[in-house]
């Protein structure tokens, strides 16, 4: 299988380094579907995965000043490329967002399902919503959802860094993607062209408590920070609006015979990578 990678950023380096010479990572800034189109012929990709998006820097509240910039990025530019992939007759797969949901679902476990509709506050939610709203009305075409990547490799991006560089953390629950575990998933669901909406996130749930004491544990001891309720993060400035927490339901890839990980399990396993990455100074 021949895939063609949109978003040369974190989630499309770690794919292309996962898959070596099955992928090949573009470097093309789609704006439209000519664009894309031009990429498609010139690869003759058997499939497309798309991690192109804008998330904003040094974080998600970037958006809500620059909503043309994320509409361009999230919305628009992944209906451009499908609109390219529709006409090549080539599957997609778009990685969209949980970050769609906020809160408890309606639901009596409360968590989110695949086709429930969001309920998205700022500007980068919104942008990704929208695309899965336009997307999820084509065919050949695949959204898998991830939501607060925690990866083994220490970087940036990462769920781990980000919560152990603050001195203010929230303790609040939510659905986690284990970024070893994504990758596999992604590569199932192209391989078997799988149509519609996906959950891409490990079974069961994490609390930042739990994360940051197997940090403790694994990685530093001597880490602290001073624990915050949800609602001081906007009241103490360290944010401009409230952050989506939820828990997602993975209900549809077991239609596909995927399984992921429990949390529990596949967190610990990461950190303790994680650790040893860091040992060996990475």
Not at 262 to 272: F, G, I, S, V, Y
Request: with cysteine.
């Amino acid at each position: 299988m021949k895939i063609l990678i949109f978003g040369a950023g974190y989630v499309g380096n770690r794919c292309k380094d996962a898959w070596g010479d099955e992928a090949v990572l573009s470097k093309v800034h789609v704006s439209s579907k000519q664009d894309a189109l031009a990429e498609i012929v010139a690869n003759q990709p058997d499939v497309v995965l798309n991690c192109a998006g804008v998330t904003g820097s040094p974080n998600v509240d970037w958006c809500d000043s620059h909503q043309l910039e994320t509409i361009m990025g999230n919305t628009l530019m992944p209906i451009a490329l499908a609109a390219a992939c529709q006409e090549a007759n080539v599957y997609l797969l778009h990685m969209g967002s949980g970050c769609i949901f906020y809160g408890d679902s309606p639901h009596a476990d409360k968590q989110w399902r695949e086709d429930d509709f969001g309920n998205p506050l700022p500007a980068y939610s919104r942008s990704k919503w929208a695309a899965d709203l336009a997307l999820s009305t084509l065919p050949n075409v695949g959204i898998a959802r991830i939501r607060m990547p925690i990866d083994r490799i220490p970087g940036p991006r990462n769920l781990i860094n980000k919560v152990a560089g603050y001195k203010k953390v929230i303790d609040v629950e939510n659905s986690v993607t284990i970024v070893d575990d994504m990758i596999e998933v992604f590569h199932q669901l192209m391989e078997k062209k799988a149509p519609g909406i996906f959950h891409v996130t490990n079974p069961g749930s994490m609390r930042h408590r739990d994360m940051l004491k197997l940090y403790e544990e694994l990685v530093d001891p001597a880490h602290t920070n001073e624990w915050i309720e949800n609602d001081e993060l906007v009241k103490l400035g360290l944010a401009t609006k409230g952050r989506s927490n939820n828990i997602l339901a993975s209900t549809r890839l077991a239609e596909f015979g995927i399984t992921m990980r429990p949390t529990a399990e596949a967190l610990r396993d990461t950190m303790e990578k994680y650790a040893e990455a860091k040992t060996r100074g990475a």
